[in-house]
């Protein structure tokens, strides 16, 4: 039988054919016939529905690798002048370095299934084989959409480390974060097969933490690897004093730069957050007229709310200690509403992602003051506003995540807000979230960036970083004016080495 009804309706059409006086033969052939026919109809709803589908995800893909651009210009406004070029290229670097070692690597290890499926990393898809693969739904678009993803996580540690480090440090490390560290974790939270979140069968104390679009796996990860990296190789040369008072203002030098990369960041969020539903056209059960292109809108609205009130909180609060209208201040705030929300943007009521935010500004400048009571460096406040920040929004989606929007994203049996009545188990899973992730990049990167220096692979010359590295490392500075000490890299070495031979005449004659 040829048909392409299921057996139930079939027989229900060719009774209903014999009931109109067809004979039992020819209501066979009939039945048949309609049956191919609305088969093939189906099957053209089925294309299209996939088609918007892919339509939908390549279009978020687009928006947050869009990112990339808001993170070189946030990056070259937040470094002194002499850097611009340096941290441009790191910003390139980890597009491209990442975009090889995801494909031959990450992305199998973060959602590749075989008959080896396990809970702590994938096992298959590796160079994109076997994909598209229509049993677990993966076309390229799904791929493309998980290396924005992971480039981004990179992005954020390169800002931590910025003005002090080689360039092939950038391109072990990036090449390690995208292709292993990241993916690791991005299994255990997103794939069906992972231990830790909310989206498999097995799910940590039953219910699973909830991290919808990477408060944790992207921010946190990329926040708590470039602190590990700032931390080992140390401040820039005068951020502090030999007694650790503070030293020189080392401020980044072009504010108009980090608004348009702040806004540029904004508008990518809005395919970061609300991408995250991967699929569209989903109704939701017993409505015909919300589905997750409702959750999709909500998700933007709470995306958009939690940094406009991460922003003003940040704005009164620094003219309070500062007396002044700070606006990288403001950007840096709205950034880190952002970072915070993204964790619970489909699952949290719009008023609770303002106080998500209002709370994430508060983290933030309480780790920029832990930052500067221990001595730490991060000349784009990386590690406090995305690992800082991104910690908090996994909590606080334990605290304040809605039923019903659980229900809508992530489908029956899992937990909800523990202020909202739903119990512990969820937040329970999210502290243990917070935890993990903190550990797994510690145990991982604090090695990679170890070696490095060990080897003297990390940080430059003293002389070079004194000088700028976008002179000594990529052949002159960004910017051109009579001002400059030096106006190309041969005039930096000829000085260098007349400056090296006096000291070495000094000390002959003091011998």
């Known amino acids: 039988m040829a048909s392409s009804c299921v057996e139930n309706e079939e027989g229900f059409l060719i009774d209903l054919l014999l009931t109109g006086g067809l004979s039992s033969a020819s209501a066979v052939q009939v039945g048949e016939f309609l049956c191919s026919k609305l088969g093939g109809v189906s099957n053209r709803f089925s294309s299209h529905t996939l088609a918007i589908d892919n339509v939908y995800l390549l279009f978020s893909t687009y928006l947050v690798f869009s990112m990339q651009i808001g993170f070189a210009m946030l990056c070259a406004g937040s470094v002194r002048a002499k850097n611009t070029m340096n941290i441009m290229m790191t910003n390139v670097l980890d597009a491209a370095a990442g975009g090889i070692s995801f494909y031959l690597f990450g992305f199998g290890f973060a959602f590749g299934r075989s008959e080896h499926n396990n809970s702590f990393i994938g096992s298959n898809f590796f160079s994109l ?97 470039g602190l590990w990296g700032a931390y080992i190789e140390g401040p820039r040369i005068g951020k502090f004093t030999r007694d650790g008072s503070p030293g020189m203002d080392m401020k980044g030098h072009n504010a108009s730069l980090v608004v348009l990369g702040s806004f540029l960041l904004w508008f990518g969020w809005f395919g970061f957050n609300p991408g995250s539903f991967v699929k569209i056209l989903v109704p939701y059960d017993g409505s015909d007229f919300e589905g997750n292109w409702t959750g999709v809108a909500r998700t933007g609205v709470t995306t958009t709310l939690a940094g406009c009130a991460a922003a003003l909180t940040t704005l009164f609060a620094r003219r309070y200690y500062t007396g002044h209208w700070n606006v990288v201040d403001v950007c840096n705030g709205l950034l880190g509403g952002f970072a915070a929300i993204t964790a619970g943007c489909s699952v949290v009521d719009p008023w609770a992602a303002l106080l998500c935010g209002f709370g994430a500004a508060w983290v933030l400048m309480g780790f920029n003051y832990m930052a500067d009571v221990f001595k730490y460096d991060d000349p784009l406040q990386a590690a406090q506003l995305h690992g800082g920040c991104g910690a908090w929004g996994l909590l606080f989606t334990g605290l304040f995540a809605n039923e019903k929007y659980v229900l809508e994203a992530y489908g029956p049996g899992r937990g909800h807000g523990y202020l909202l009545g739903g119990g512990g188990n969820l937040l329970a899973a999210q502290l243990v979230s917070i935890l993990v992730i903190f550990l797994w990049v510690t145990v991982t990167m604090v090695p990679c960036f170890w070696f490095l220096n060990k080897n003297d692979l990390l940080r430059i010359d003293t002389d070079d970083e004194l000088a700028g590295m976008d002179l000594t490392c990529h ?14 890299y041969a005039e930096y070495l000829d000085q260098k080495y007349e400056k090296t031979r006096g000291r070495r005449h000094g000390g002959d004659q003091l011998a």
Request: aromatic share 18%.
């Open 129 to 225: 084989h076997n994909i598209p693969d229509r049993s677990n739904g993966f076309d390229y678009s799904f791929f493309l959409f998980q290396w924005s993803f992971a480039i981004a996580a990179a992005g954020i540690t390169s800002g931590s480390i910025a003005e002090r480090t080689q360039f092939v440090a950038y391109l072990v490390y990036s090449s390690f974060l995208t292709g292993f560290v990241y993916p690791i974790i991005a299994h255990w939270m997103w794939s069906v097969d992972g231990w830790l979140g909310a989206t498999g069968p097995t799910r940590l104390f039953g219910v699973g933490a909830i991290d919808f679009a990477g408060s944790g796996v992207v921010h946190m990860v990329g926040g708590i690897a």
């Open 475 to 488: 052949g002159g500075p960004a910017y051109y004016n009579d001002d400059q000490p030096y106006h190309s």
